[in-house]
């Protein structure tokens, strides 16, 4: 069993930064794939970062110079840093874990408008 409590969203105006941190629970190791995915009104879910056991990562283009994606291992945790955040960022953010199967944590809310 794999539980994930996501954190650290919130209002942020254009331009602004926020850091989303998932800290998970069970039997996650270092070599299962995480991500975090969004989902914004209307919209299907899409995946905006994932790191691999590997160490190597993967982003949305949307996204691509703007956030970074990492983990603590020793604590079980991914993070997401936000930076230059646009109205269009938008969404619903989610923390995904896979490992027998995939896991899905509740989700933060992420709304970037002036």
């Known amino acids: 069993q794999v539980q994930l409590v996501e954190s650290g969203g919130g209002l942020v105006q254009p331009g602004g930064s926020l850091r989303l941190s998932c800290a998970a629970s069970?039997?996650?190791?270092?070599?299962?794939?995480m991500a975090w995915y969004r989902q914004a009104p209307g919209k299907e879910r899409e995946l905006v970062a994932a790191s691999t056991g590997g160490g190597s990562t993967t982003y949305a283009d949307s996204v691509k110079g703007r956030f970074t994606i990492s983990r603590d291992n020793t604590k079980n945790a991914v993070y997401l840093q936000m930076n230059s955040l646009k109205p269009e960022d938008t969404a619903v953010y989610y923390c995904?874990?896979?490992?027998?199967?995939?896991?899905w944590g509740q989700g933060t809310q992420v709304t970037v408008s002036s």
């Open positions: 995904n874990a896979q490992t027998y199967r995939t896991w």
């Open positions: 069970g039997s996650i190791f270092r070599n299962n794939r």
